[in-house]
């Protein structure tokens, strides 16, 4: 029997890190210590008040049987509650809130309740993937808006081409972004929402890493900006804040009309986030917050160590004031795959090729701070013997 894959799996872009994935398992099976920078995956484990919670909620067996379809009330409304606390933020939590197995799925799944094939999402590049590739499984095409450092990595809307721009259905933005680590103001968010009302867009702010940032910023939410609940919804996610990436737990907000139709192709595709996730979430975001400061004191400590190693390495990164990402400028004589590639060969050293989040991200590294400060020192060693 022959086996061929569907036409929207071939138009997914080629998986770039496939050559990087392979030289790192054969550098590794040589023995050599890999550092590894390449995973935005949190090393620290969820704190034990979250996991106690889980265990408890676990033993109740009305937590075994199938979830409701847009999430427990109790965590709905604990998340109007946070949203109300952080950002000032009203929600009805009926119909104003859904929850989500992870933000991703719920990114993933949007493009299927709003874009027709043919429809344009405005997209941004470098980013992370899958604001694009649910657009190709929806049947549409994304239109890429370039994040560019002299735009202070926003994207340009004035850029956007009328014709685009009347098209496009959707438009997904991320602030603090990744892989940039670059962070949005209230005055591009307003922008959004005047370019969204001209055009009858609809924007998806994934705000994955808005509890992680240092010297004092607080990141804001997209909903803060007048008209924003008018235009669109925003992600959010446990994974990053509470180190739960394993749990599969995030949520949107906003739009009612917006989390409806997210809602209804969620009911048709899978069934809820598991109820005792759903209470430890609620012991996440209803506890003590101190497990969220110490998590911050931590990616801020591991950024110092590495900005400062790099740029005595002679690199020039850019500071993050948001998000465990540091992206990192290469010397001008070589490409992101080449620099990756090197590191990776000649100093153990795993970093993920700007170029791999979009075109534009030629001509940067990112570096995870998911590696322990002694770690990161020893990988500085590693880079200044090598020589940049
Ligand atoms: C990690 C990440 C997410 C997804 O997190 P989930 O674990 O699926 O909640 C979403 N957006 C960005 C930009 C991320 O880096």
Same mark, same amino acid.
């Given at each position: 029997?022959?086996?061929?894959?569907?036409?929207? %799996?071939?138009?997914?872009?080629?998986?770039?890190?496939?050559?990087?994935?392979? /030289?790192?398992?054969?550098?590794?099976?040589?023995?050599?210590?890999?550092?590894?920078?390449? !995973?935005?995956?949190?090393? %620290?484990?969820?704190?034990?008040?979250?996991?106690?919670?889980?265990?408890?909620?676990?033993?109740?067996?009305?937590?075994?049987?199938?979830?409701?379809?847009?999430?427990?009330?109790?965590?709905?409304?604990?998340?109007?509650?946070?949203?109300?606390?952080?950002?000032?933020?009203?929600?009805?939590?009926?119909?104003?809130?859904?929850?989500?197995?992870?933000?991703?799925?719920?990114?993933?799944?949007?493009?299927? +309740?709003?874009?027709?094939?043919?429809?344009?999402?405005?997209?941004?590049?470098?980013? =992370?993937?899958?604001?694009?590739?649910?657009?190709?499984?929806?049947?549409?095409?994304?239109?890429?808006?370039?994040? %560019?450092?002299?735009?202070?990595? %926003?994207?340009?809307?004035?850029?956007?081409?009328?014709?685009?721009?009347?098209?496009?259905?959707?438009?997904?933005?991320? =602030?603090?972004?990744?892989?940039?680590?670059?962070?949005?103001?209230?005055?591009?968010?307003?922008?959004?929402?005047?370019?969204?009302?001209?055009?009858?867009?609809?924007?998806?702010?994934?705000?994955? =890493?808005?509890? /992680?940032?240092?010297?004092? $910023?607080?990141?804001?939410?997209?909903?803060?900006?007048?008209?924003?609940?008018?235009?669109?919804?925003?992600?959010?996610?446990?994974?990053?804040? $509470?180190?739960?990436?394993?749990?599969?737990?995030?949520?949107?907000?906003?739009? +009612?009309?917006?989390?409806?139709?997210?809602?209804?192709?969620?009911?048709?595709?899978?069934?809820?986030?598991?109820?005792?996730?759903?209470?430890?979430?609620?012991?996440?975001?209803?506890?003590?917050?101190?497990?969220?400061?110490?998590?911050?004191?931590? =990616?801020?400590?591991?950024?110092?160590?590495?900005?400062?190693?790099?740029?005595?390495? &002679?690199?020039?990164?850019?500071?993050?004031?948001?998000?465990?990402?540091?992206?990192?400028?290469?010397?001008?004589?070589?490409?992101?795959?080449?620099?990756?590639?090197?590191?990776?060969?000649?100093?153990?050293?795993?970093?993920?090729?700007?170029?791999?989040?979009?075109?534009? &991200?030629?001509?940067?590294?990112?570096?995870?701070?998911?590696?322990? !400060?002694?770690?990161?020192?020893?990988?500085?060693?590693?880079?200044?013997?090598?020589?940049?």
């Amino acid at each position: 029997m022959q086996i061929e894959r569907a036409e929207r %799996l071939k138009k997914l872009p080629p998986y770039l890190f496939k050559e990087l994935d392979r /030289l790192r398992d054969e550098v590794r099976a040589q023995g050599v210590d890999i550092i590894d920078f390449g !995973v935005g995956d949190p090393d %620290l484990p969820t704190p034990d008040h979250i996991v106690e919670a889980l265990k408890k909620a676990v033993e109740d067996p009305s937590t075994h049987r199938y979830p409701s379809y847009s999430g427990m009330n109790d965590f709905r409304d604990c998340v109007a509650r946070w949203y109300k606390k952080r950002f000032g933020v009203d929600l009805d939590p009926a119909r104003e809130v859904i929850v989500l197995i992870g933000s991703k799925e719920g990114i993933a799944h949007i493009p299927l +309740a709003f874009i027709n094939p043919g429809d344009l999402a405005l997209v941004p590049t470098p980013a =992370y993937p899958v604001y694009h590739t649910g657009t190709i499984f929806a049947g549409g095409e994304s239109y890429f808006m370039p994040l %560019l450092e002299e735009n202070d990595f %926003l994207p340009d809307l004035n850029a956007i081409p009328e014709d685009v721009a009347e098209k496009a259905r959707m438009m997904f933005i991320n =602030y603090p972004n990744n892989p940039t680590s670059a962070v949005a103001e209230e005055d591009f968010f307003r922008r959004v929402v005047d370019f969204a009302r001209t055009y009858n867009i609809i924007v998806c702010h994934d705000a994955a =890493y808005s509890e /992680l940032a240092f010297d004092g $910023y607080k990141p804001m939410s997209f909903l803060q900006v007048e008209g924003a609940k008018e235009v669109g919804i925003e992600f959010h996610s446990l994974s990053k804040t $509470y180190n739960m990436t394993g749990w599969r737990l995030g949520f949107a907000v906003g739009n +009612a009309e917006v989390i409806q139709g997210l809602g209804q192709v969620k009911s048709n595709i899978d069934s809820g986030a598991f109820n005792a996730v759903q209470m430890a979430g609620i012991a996440a975001l209803e506890g003590d917050q101190t497990c969220v400061e110490e998590n911050c004191r931590i =990616y801020k400590e591991r950024r110092d160590v590495l900005v400062a190693g790099l740029r005595s390495a &002679g690199l020039k990164p850019i500071v993050p004031k948001a998000t465990f990402y540091v992206w990192c400028r290469i010397p001008e004589n070589t490409t992101s795959t080449d620099f990756s590639m090197r590191l990776l060969k000649e100093a153990g050293i795993v970093t993920t090729p700007g170029n791999g989040f979009g075109e534009p &991200g030629e001509g940067y590294v990112r570096f995870a701070l998911t590696v322990p !400060v002694e770690r990161i020192e020893e990988a500085i060693e590693r880079i200044k013997k090598l020589g940049v």
